[in-house]
């Protein structure tokens, strides 16, 4: 192969990839619409039959539930928003301990907090970068009501594991399963295994409204709890007769009628995107599993991946070079949207200082006289080494892989590693101190 582009050779790739876009014309049609109207929004925040939403938001929920063969479908403003719902929904007190990844979008355990419950992080997998079952377990203590696993990347690796975690022990089961649309795994739709499910809808991920989420759940109490929180419930229970008022407190999180217009034309088009990206995951890495020092994503026959991030896992001591010097090598390739690393959000400053409501550490000091979780570097070891060192993130999602651009990325790859010599050397010489200086 020729001289790597990071050494003065050409790319593979000497033209950019059209980004992803699933909008087009039936949505700005149907947007149209609902603006001609002039309903941007059917709910009512006090007790009526508005209560529930308008019109599209109403019929998005039904074809939402009808897809993934569930009882409930609820939606929202945004998939953070969701979360914290759902966390309320299933009758969580302050300071109990709801069990989550470390790898994961900060809201993830931001809504554990929320409602002044504690996040305790699990390791996870090398494979599958899901929670790790033996983990969990590990994490389980007297205070902990729920398990949150983040099905991160378009993967539900590990998620029937933890399931069975959860029932044996009399927890809670919520699926954060943002990035893993129309993907199943045993038979099942993922997402909708544990208590409540959901789904983002944010601008990049594989079908959006711009913003917004939706909850799915097979359980009738935590669906009317998820809608109170959703619409200003403390002010609907007197007239509406609800008799538990638990965590009734509400919010603004409703979904727009133009949001939910557009989502059900997404909604229509989410088993071809999410095949067209299983198939172009798969294809890739049909082209790296030959490639030495390298652990490609785990792909079973069913379509058991969304590929929202195609990650790779890197032996550097077989490679001989590290991760960002592979990195640097690929992106010279014209490799689009890859980086080294995901995030530990164990090691933000707000789970370091234990500081999220006021200045006294609430609602970590709820139970002072009880040792808190620890959130020092090193207790989740597999997440932070694979952050720190290992791991590279190739965000497909963000383009339409078409036969030929997955061609090109994997000869990329290829390329890279067919010159590990030569990049070892490279590297070196970087490290090395220049002649002269003192």
Request: negative net charge; aromatic residues 10%; proline residues 5%.
């Amino acid at each position: 192969m020729s001289q790597l582009a990071l050494i003065d050779g050409k790319p593979i790739i000497a033209d950019s990839f059209t980004p992803a876009q699933t909008i087009g014309e039936e949505e700005l049609s149907v947007a149209t619409e609902v603006l001609k109207s002039g309903n941007l929004s059917g709910f009512f925040g006090s007790w009526s039959d508005r209560f529930y939403g308008g019109p599209q938001v109403r019929k998005f929920e039904e074809e939402w539930a009808s897809l993934f063969q569930t009882k409930h479908a609820i939606s929202f403003n945004s998939w953070t928003s969701g979360l914290v719902a759902a966390v309320g929904a299933i009758g969580i007190s302050p300071g109990d301990e709801v069990i989550v990844s470390p790898w994961t979008m900060t809201a993830s355990a931001a809504a554990i907090l929320a409602w002044n419950a504690i996040p305790v992080f699990a390791d996870i997998s090398p494979k599958t970068y899901n929670l790790c079952p033996e983990s969990v377990l590990k994490s389980i203590t007297p205070r902990t009501k729920a398990i949150m696993m983040p099905l991160i990347f378009g993967s539900a690796g590990g998620l029937i594991e933890v399931k069975r975690i959860a029932e044996e022990n009399g927890l809670i089961l919520i699926e954060d399963a943002a990035q893993t649309p129309y993907v199943r795994t045993e038979g099942r739709w993922a997402g909708t295994i544990g208590d409540i499910g959901g789904f983002s809808l944010n601008y990049h991920k594989h079908i959006h409204t711009g913003e917004g989420g939706m909850a799915v759940t097979n359980n009738a109490e935590y669906a009317e709890k998820m809608r109170l929180i959703r619409n200003h419930g403390e002010a609907v229970v007197e007239d509406k007769g609800h008799e538990d008022i638990t965590n009734c407190l509400g919010f603004n999180f409703r979904l727009g009628e133009i949001e939910a217009a557009i989502g059900r034309v997404q909604l229509g088009k989410l088993p071809n995107v999410v095949e067209r990206r299983y198939y172009a995951g798969k294809n890739l890495a049909k082209m790296l599993e030959d490639l030495p020092g390298i652990r490609l994503p785990l792909i079973d026959q069913e379509i058991s991946h969304a590929f929202y991030i195609f990650a790779i896992g890197l032996d550097l001591e077989v490679m001989g070079v590290s991760r960002n010097t592979i990195v640097a090598a690929l992106q010279a390739e014209g490799v689009p949207w890859v980086y080294g690393g995901y995030q530990n959000i164990h090691l933000q400053p707000m789970y370091q200082r234990k500081v999220a409501y006021g200045r006294d550490s609430f609602p970590w000091n709820l139970h002072p006289e009880e040792e808190h979780p620890d959130y020092e570097k090193g207790i989740c070891p597999v997440a932070e080494k694979l952050h720190d060192q290992e791991v590279i993130c190739l965000q497909i999602c963000q383009h339409d892989y078409d036969t030929r651009q997955t061609e090109l990325v994997g000869e990329a790859f290829l390329k890279v590693w067919k010159n590990l010599e030569e990049l070892r050397g490279w590297e070196s010489a970087q490290s090395s101190p220049v002649k002269g200086n003192p």
